[in-house]
């Protein structure tokens, strides 16, 4: 009996002990050398930026591939609503992560497009803060957690002192009380280069360790950035890769060149060995980015653009095991294009030479880019027609548009690597040259919503009595096709309300976004309310032509919804839809009782 009884004591001890088991990390500075230390062990950060935090049923796969590349530690920017799930799977893996607190940015800039006062939106500095302490009294007992990673690139997004001093304080009061919730992780605030370092110094003492992004040679240079101005504290580069184009200075027919594939290899592999490991107050360093991508930055910057390998993802494997790549990605020895401005539409030839260390079979297309226009346009590749082989050589088509157009050439191998290099051509095209408004071409279907995934609008335009609103993009509840739908729920028993899916959020008009959807005759959707009799007018476009950048067309239609699912069509093949930022639109109004309206299917076809 008391055999068993002993037993089933340390059992629940030792329940208890893992359950609560929090890892204790500290930094310490011992003969001139800062370190990070984890239950009292040096830590070296081989780090990884995250971008796959939302795709939950993955995460095994993902942090398997991340161990057998070497790194221990992923950095996100904020502790989403997967923030438990993605911790225990880092945790199985033996992984760490610098969880993200987000902080809202002064004015729209490289991240997104929002923009913050500091200066005056008291209440939203109040939701900041309370978001923060939530973030850490959470999952501070987790022990995946290596240290609280508060902003990123704030003080880069921000026009004035003013605004700067502001912000400092606010973040000096969330770092002052979440040491006194937590002691055991040490905390990191992330600023672009060296942007932050004066604020930080002046303002911000409860900051542990500066997370500094910085991207090619000028890693190199941060040691001593903080040495020349008296910082006695270590730091951690919070991104790291090949320069970035923001950077670049080198241009072709108005086009930034682009770092050759061997350059974006090298860069990660010698600098991590020549420029971080070797300073004795960086802790280490997180390589962005581990993610997957089709847009502008991921063949630049990304370990995988299309489910397709880069050399991102080789050269952190070589950094932090020394391991080379399994398979050579193709090697573009030469790509070049007419060096004088061309006609829109027109085939011109391409002079490519590849080759490949495995002689596999190579799979060739064509893309271009143009940095114009909207921030979704500016981030669009889009694949242009081309003709030929590479023992015959290679045409394109010229893409219809003005200006300066980047061309890329992609070379997949059977393995699953890509390689990619780019140019610039001058194009000419007055239709192009005058069009009003640019943003991203979408074909028909186009769809606003389908499932809950990669929504292009988002509920960002409340309207009416916005507080009694809620907007669920993945409700269960009610689901006409898949697995979610929209739910609208406006939870007053009078009064009107609004709800419109927009791009970009947060905008009525006032900044370019939208997308000219080609091909459509028809806006579709299905429909729905929890009883019969709710009215709504529902359809799309709703910012008008006194603001900068209006909606092209509007169209809606006003129904009387019952609990069975319903489609609804709107007739739309002479609407103009050059410039659609509002994708869908709902106004409703309660009659002496709450109502939830469910929406699925939405779509321009």
Same mark, same amino acid.
């Given at each position: 009996?008391?055999?068993?009884?002993?037993?089933?004591?340390?059992?629940?001890?030792?329940?208890?002990?893992?359950?609560?088991?929090?890892?204790?990390?500290?930094?310490?500075?011992?003969?001139?050398?800062?370190?990070?230390?984890?239950?009292?062990?040096?830590?070296?950060?081989?780090?990884?930026?995250?971008?796959?935090?939302?795709?939950?049923?993955?995460?095994?796969?993902?942090?398997?591939?991340?161990?057998?590349?070497?790194?221990?530690?992923?950095?996100?920017?904020?502790?989403?609503?997967?923030?438990?799930?993605?911790?225990?799977?880092?945790?199985?893996?033996?992984?760490?992560?610098?969880?993200?607190?987000?902080?809202?940015?002064?004015?729209?800039?490289?991240?997104?497009?929002?923009?913050?006062?500091?200066?005056?939106?008291?209440?939203?500095?109040?939701?900041?803060?309370?978001?923060?302490?939530?973030?850490?009294?959470?999952?501070?007992?987790?022990?995946?957690?290596?240290?609280?990673?508060?902003?990123?690139?704030?003080?880069?997004?921000?026009?004035?002192?003013?605004?700067?001093?502001?912000?400092?304080?606010?973040?000096?009061?969330?770092?002052?009380?979440?040491?006194?919730?937590?002691?055991?992780?040490?905390?990191?605030?992330?600023?672009?280069?060296?942007?932050?370092?004066?604020?930080?110094?002046?303002?911000?003492?409860?900051?542990?360790?500066?997370?500094?992004?910085?991207?090619?040679?000028?890693?190199?240079?941060?040691?001593?950035?903080?040495?020349?101005? $008296?910082?006695?504290?270590?730091?951690?580069?919070?991104?790291?890769?090949?320069?970035?184009?923001?950077?670049?200075?080198?241009?072709?027919?108005?086009?930034?060149?682009?770092?050759?594939?061997?350059?974006?290899?090298?860069?990660?592999?010698?600098?991590?060995?020549?420029?971080?490991?070797?300073?004795?107050?960086?802790?280490?360093?997180?390589?962005?980015?581990?993610?997957?991508?089709?847009?502008?930055?991921?063949?630049?910057?990304?370990?995988?653009?299309?489910?397709?390998?880069?050399?991102?993802?080789?050269?952190?494997?070589?950094?932090?095991?020394?391991?080379?790549?399994?398979?050579?990605?193709?090697?573009?020895?030469?790509?070049?294009?007419?060096?004088?401005?061309?006609?829109? $539409?027109?085939?011109?030839?391409?002079?490519?030479?590849?080759?490949?260390?495995?002689?596999?079979?190579?799979?060739?297309?064509?893309?271009?880019?143009?940095?114009?226009?909207?921030?979704?346009?500016?981030?669009?590749?889009?694949?242009?027609?081309?003709?030929?082989?590479?023992?015959?050589?290679?045409?394109?088509?010229?893409?219809?548009?003005?200006?300066?157009?980047?061309?890329?050439?992609?070379?997949?191998?059977?393995?699953?690597?890509?390689?990619?290099?780019?140019?610039?051509?001058?194009?000419?095209?007055?239709?192009?040259?005058?069009?009003?408004?640019?943003?991203?071409?979408?074909?028909?279907?186009?769809?606003?919503?389908?499932?809950?995934?990669?929504?292009?609008?988002?509920?960002?335009?409340?309207?009416?009595?916005?507080?009694?609103?809620?907007?669920?993009?993945?409700?269960?509840?009610?689901?006409?096709?898949?697995?979610?739908?929209?739910?609208?729920?406006?939870?007053?028993?009078?009064?009107?309300?609004?709800?419109?899916?927009?791009?970009?959020?947060?905008?009525?008009?006032?900044?370019?976004?939208?997308?000219?959807?080609?091909?459509?005759?028809?806006?579709?959707?299905?429909?729905?309310?929890?009883?019969?009799?709710?009215?709504?007018?529902?359809?799309?476009?709703?910012?008008?032509?006194?603001?900068?950048?209006?909606?092209?067309?509007?169209?809606?239609?006003?129904?009387?919804?019952?609990?069975?699912?319903?489609?609804?069509?709107?007739?739309?093949?002479?609407?103009?839809?050059?410039?659609?930022?509002?994708?869908?639109?709902?106004?409703?109004?309660?009659?002496?009782?709450?109502?939830?309206?469910?929406?699925?299917?939405?779509?321009?076809?």
């Amino acid at each position: 009996m008391k055999s068993t009884n002993y037993s089933s004591f340390s059992i629940l001890l030792a329940y208890f002990c893992c359950f609560f088991a929090n890892a204790q990390v500290t930094v310490e500075k011992k003969d001139a050398t800062w370190n990070l230390l984890v239950d009292g062990k040096p830590f070296e950060v081989k780090g990884a930026t995250f971008g796959y935090s939302d795709d939950v049923a993955n995460y095994e796969t993902y942090f398997k591939d991340l161990q057998s590349l070497g790194v221990n530690t992923i950095r996100t920017w904020a502790a989403g609503k997967n923030a438990k799930k993605l911790l225990d799977a880092a945790e199985k893996y033996n992984i760490k992560i610098m969880l993200g607190i987000w902080m809202r940015h002064g004015r729209p800039g490289m991240e997104d497009d929002d923009s913050f006062n500091y200066l005056e939106d008291t209440e939203g500095k109040e939701v900041m803060y309370q978001n923060a302490l939530k973030v850490v009294e959470t999952y501070k007992n987790h022990s995946a957690v290596l240290t609280w990673g508060i902003g990123n690139e704030v003080y880069l997004n921000m026009a004035t002192d003013a605004e700067k001093e502001a912000y400092s304080k606010l973040l000096e009061r969330i770092c002052k009380d979440i040491k006194k919730i937590d002691q055991n992780h040490p905390i990191t605030s992330t600023e672009a280069w060296t942007f932050g370092l004066d604020w930080w110094q002046k303002h911000v003492p409860s900051i542990d360790i500066y997370g500094l992004n910085s991207y090619g040679a000028g890693a190199n240079f941060l040691s001593e950035e903080l040495l020349k101005r $008296n910082i006695d504290k270590p730091y951690i580069i919070t991104e790291f890769n090949v320069t970035g184009e923001w950077d670049i200075k080198n241009v072709q027919n108005g086009v930034k060149v682009e770092p050759s594939d061997e350059e974006k290899y090298t860069t990660i592999v010698d600098g991590y060995n020549k420029w971080i490991k070797s300073k004795s107050n960086c802790l280490g360093v997180y390589i962005f980015h581990y993610a997957n991508g089709n847009d502008f930055i991921s063949p630049w910057l990304f370990t995988h653009y299309n489910d397709l390998y880069r050399p991102t993802y080789w050269a952190i494997r070589k950094a932090y095991t020394g391991k080379e790549p399994t398979n050579a990605i193709p090697k573009i020895d030469t790509f070049k294009l007419l060096e004088t401005a061309v006609q829109s $539409n027109t085939w011109i030839p391409v002079n490519l030479k590849v080759t490949d260390a495995e002689n596999e079979n190579l799979d060739i297309h064509f893309y271009y880019n143009q940095r114009t226009g909207s921030r979704k346009r500016r981030d669009q590749l889009t694949k242009i027609n081309h003709r030929g082989s590479l023992t015959d050589g290679f045409e394109v088509q010229v893409p219809k548009e003005h200006g300066a157009v980047k061309i890329y050439v992609h070379v997949q191998d059977s393995f699953n690597n890509v390689g990619i290099a780019s140019t610039g051509i001058a194009v000419i095209d007055e239709a192009a040259k005058n069009k009003k408004y640019l943003v991203p071409k979408v074909q028909a279907p186009f769809y606003v919503y389908k499932d809950g995934n990669d929504l292009p609008y988002i509920p960002t335009g409340y309207m009416g009595n916005y507080k009694a609103i809620a907007v669920d993009t993945q409700s269960t509840e009610e689901v006409h096709s898949g697995k979610y739908a929209i739910k609208i729920e406006y939870k007053a028993q009078s009064g009107w309300y609004g709800v419109a899916f927009v791009d970009p959020k947060n905008d009525w008009g006032n900044i370019l976004g939208g997308y000219e959807i080609e091909g459509a005759k028809k806006f579709s959707f299905w429909a729905k309310s929890d009883f019969d009799g709710v009215y709504a007018t529902i359809g799309f476009g709703l910012i008008d032509k006194d603001k900068p950048f209006p909606d092209t067309a509007k169209k809606s239609k006003e129904i009387k919804l019952t609990s069975k699912w319903k489609k609804y069509t709107l007739k739309i093949k002479r609407a103009d839809l050059s410039c659609i930022r509002s994708g869908l639109v709902l106004f409703s109004s309660s009659r002496g009782f709450s109502q939830n309206i469910y929406i699925d299917e939405v779509v321009f076809e």
